[in-house]
């Protein structure tokens, strides 16, 4: 059990590949942003690296432990201390009843940490998943991010605690992280000659783009396209006046770069399913995680041209990395 | 490397009744099957998009996750690693190439009657914040909101815009966008306004918002972003507690093939019928199930009066267009 001191910037429960299914109802699948950091996470203490654990965004999430437990913390150094003392980062760490473990904010890299319990946090499973959709509010811890006064459950650790303790995250296995985030995209499902320019195409994948301030947990907000002739129509026909304008379509969530206007969103966790403008490229679900570490107002990302080989091959990297093969 | 922008992994050509079927690289995990090559607004696409998306959905192919239906195109997302793009593709095609008689579908189809409060003050809170926060002077707000615009846009009165709004059915040909909500098209052409969308869109609409994007209208299902020109706001749509009887099986209400006739209240009543939906959950909803028959719906849609009508509209909307400022 975890009582919440303080809820933090903003804290969530998330699991992994979150809520499959329900897109055509317009429920996004949600999810852990950095979901290599939550698998990690969860190896550590013994969970499938899916299982559900705690997204900290930003920083200043406070907890006491109601029990005794293996944790650990992966993702961003938000310099956690467990009873004001540092604890490390990519390690098992025995936990015992009444410790109060404290996060400062983000640091050098990176935006979000993660917190993973032996045996995962137990909220309900809802349409399949424990994943938080924060702006349909519900899943989760009752729909919404932690506040103080919250008290967590856990489940029951897979194995022996003892056996957790002090396990390590291979020093290669721990991910690099940047402030100008490489994503390897395939162009498409709208891209040159009939919607984008191949101007517009070679700019999208080589401007380094700001992430804006209005980035949240559906859409990451990009720097607005300037100054070159991105859209090969002049307007979006029956659809609307704009160029950016298609009769609505599914969005490829998540990973699909709407270009809303002028401005290029990536859609994600929490985003919408369906609506009205083009979609350029799409980040390949092996480079995904890295989003979630992007500092809105800060950071930068570029779009990397990859193929679908290429893709494919990730896709099977990313399945080693989340394995017992990661553990030192 | 040299990059290719090339998109259209396969294709099936035209072919009688069926448009070109293109097979769009969406990532890779998701694949977009399009219907036809140049973009149209044409229901009798969404039948037969809604038609194949059952035919795929009996058939339980291994590794496929989901189907998004849309209007004219449908969103397959799969696991590449379990099943190939290629193989999804054949199977989607041997589908396409059994079905070759749209125009005898008939389908499940209710009919819902819902109130509409056009210019409301919580929609109007929306635009205000847009303004304020993301986009002063933004040519899409005119007086402070919206109906202004789409009436300019197309080149009749707001109290014109009201009537097309009230005049038709719309059509929802799939959810999508925000839990529960529809993408409603109107199945009398003659009523078919069209307007841009925002650039760039709103962070926040209030729940039961009515908006308008392209010929596509949208009714907000809970406070979310945005990019459609707000109407007005009708009841509640989506309810997660699931406390009123409606929303007992689930908390989402509209279903693809559904259809909606507006009618306009006061804000006053849309606010009560709030409270009886989300507080004491006795509001009774207008719905009467019944069929949607393809073949009747064409030769309405086909008839002279019909397309007399159309070509007025068109005509309106041609003249609105060279006044509208672009967003």
Redesign the interface.
Known sequence: MLLVKKGGIETVIEDWPGR????????AASGAFDYVALGLANLLVGNPPGEAGIEIAGGYFEAEFGVDTVISVTGTDMKPTLNDQPIPLWEAIRVSKGDVIKFSHFGEFGFRAYLGVAGGIDVPVYLGSKST?L????GGYE?RKLQAGDVLNFGKPQEDLKSLEGRKIKKEAVPEYSRVWELRA????????DYVT?EG??YL?SHEFKIQH?SNR??Y?LE?IKGINFFARKD???????P?????????IP??LNI????PILLIADG??????L?AL????ADLWKIGQGIPGRDYVRFV?C??DD??KA??ELKELLSEKSLA | MEKDYSVILDALPEDGARPKVLFRQAGDGFLQVEYGEVPRFNLIDSFRVLTVNSAIKSKKIKGLYETVPALRTNLYHFDPLELPVEKLIAEIKEVEESLTDVENIVFESRLITLPIAFEDSETKKAVEKYVKEIRPNAPNVINGYNLEYVALCNGVTVDEVKKLVCGTEWYNSGNGFWPGGGFFWPLDPRCAIVVPKYNPPRTWTPEGAVGIGGPCLYIYPTPTGGGYQLLGRTIPIFQFSQKHPLFKDSPTFFKAGDRVRFYEVSEEEILSIYKHVHEETDYEYAIKTGKFVVKDWLSFYNSEEVQKGVKELLAKQEAGSKVAPRV
């Open positions: 499959i299914g329900y897109l055509d109802n317009g429920m959709c702006f349909g509010s519900y729909g395939l162009p498409g499902p709208n891209s040159c000659p191949k195409m070679d994948f209005s559906s859409a907000r607005a979006g026909g029956v659809a609307g006046s704009h950016s304008n298609v009769l609505d379509h599914a969005y490829a990973g699909a809303c206007g002028d401005t919408p399913t369906l609506g009205g403008y979609c799409s980040v390949i679900m041209y193929t679908r893709a494919m896709r099977g």
